[in-house]
């Protein structure tokens, strides 16, 4: 089973692992924002959430998760972030690229 230990290791899991070949084509030559670790809701499973923006403006969002019943990550497009579920953490993996900017974002959905 698949460990991510860095940002970089979540993108290049990505790179393989996205559910549109369109996407995996963003990761590499367009911008992601890894949004950081979310808690589990109704609204996606408990997991990393990222936004990815193509090189022509096109733009995902999706949670990278892990499925508990065939232990391997899976990557699902979501059609938005739920501020109120961002769970952050230490690391840059777990907190994601701007975390003081997300922590605000969840005192104003909360």
């Given at each position: 089973m698949t460990h991510f230990k860095t940002r970089n290791h979540l993108l290049e899991w990505?790179?393989?692992?996205?559910?549109?070949?369109?996407?995996?084509?963003?990761?590499?030559?367009?911008?992601?924002?890894?949004?950081?670790?979310?808690?589990?809701?109704?609204?996606?499973?408990e997991g990393?959430?990222?936004?990815?923006?193509?090189?022509?403006?096109?733009?995902?969002?999706?949670?990278?998760?892990l499925n508990n019943q065939t232990h391997k990550y899976r990557a699902i497009v979501v059609h938005a972030i739920v501020w109120d579920y961002w769970k952050?953490?230490?690391s840059e993996l777990f907190a994601g690229d701007h975390p003081e900017e997300y922590e605000k974002k969840k005192k104003e959905w909360g």
């Amino acid at each position: 089973m698949t460990h991510f230990k860095t940002r970089n290791h979540l993108l290049e899991w990505l790179e393989e692992h996205a559910p549109y070949r369109q996407i995996r084509r963003a990761v590499v030559e367009g911008e992601v924002e890894l949004y950081g670790l979310f808690e589990d809701s109704v609204f996606m499973p408990e997991g990393w959430a990222l936004r990815v923006r193509s090189r022509f403006g096109k733009e995902w969002f999706l949670s990278v998760y892990l499925n508990n019943q065939t232990h391997k990550y899976r990557a699902i497009v979501v059609h938005a972030i739920v501020w109120d579920y961002w769970k952050g953490g230490n690391s840059e993996l777990f907190a994601g690229d701007h975390p003081e900017e997300y922590e605000k974002k969840k005192k104003e959905w909360g």
